[in-house]
């Protein structure tokens, strides 16, 4: 029988909940075809400098955006700040963020797809989309000392992310891969799955 996992394990200067290690989750964008890019009440947390980037790519984006997301743009730029103090990316209706777009993907209909990552990979800009999309459902929060936070955000929205984590056996910290190690690097992740190694070894995972 596993020992009781603590709630909180750190690596290097990133405190981690216990969950993002054990909890399983796959984006099925054929089910919630980008769901989270639409709903909630804030856009994305971003960062001064995450901001000025995003403010050099408007031109490469600003065909994909609607009507009501450029006159958003205009208005009050990319980013303002949210009721918690937070930067965040603007929103339309008080809900989508502006660079949002609808479009097929694959066979998934009317998807909600990222503007900014779409001329990121078409070669178009250098910037793919903040950071805090790319993590989620992990959420970041400074806490001081130069230490950072990393909760799992649980949402109605992704049930079926989680069920398909399952299916697939995929946890969320082996899911968040890629954006883990951009944010991070390498060498921190690669501490990570030490970590991970060495908890199984003693029997808590």
Do not use: H
């Amino acid at each position: 029988m596993p020992n009781i996992l603590p709630p909180i394990i750190q690596v290097g200067d990133v405190l981690l909940s216990s969950e993002i290690l054990t909890e399983k989750f796959c984006c099925d964008l054929s089910v919630c075809k980008g769901e989270c890019c639409v709903e909630g009440d804030a856009g994305a947390p971003v960062t001064m400098e995450e901001i000025a980037e995003i403010e050099e790519c408007l031109d490469a984006v600003w065909g994909d955006l609607s009507a009501s997301a450029q006159a958003v743009i205009d208005k009050q730029g990319v980013a303002y700040t949210d009721t918690e103090g937070d930067l965040v990316t603007s929103i339309v209706r008080g809900k989508d963020c502006v660079f949002t777009y609808y479009d097929r993907l694959q066979n998934i209909e009317n998807c909600c797809l990222c503007a900014l990552e779409k001329a990121y990979r078409a070669g178009k800009t250098r910037f793919c989309k903040p950071v805090s999309c790319a993590l989620y459902p992990i959420r970041e929060k400074r806490l001081g000392e130069g230490l950072v936070g990393l909760n799992y955000n649980r949402w109605a929205v992704c049930k079926m992310a989680v069920a398909k984590g399952i299916q697939e056996n995929l946890r969320l910290y082996q899911f968040l891969r890629d954006p883990l190690i951009r944010r991070f690097g390498e060498d921190w992740y690669q501490e990570l799955l030490d970590t991970v190694d060495e908890l199984k070894r003693q029997g808590y995972l």
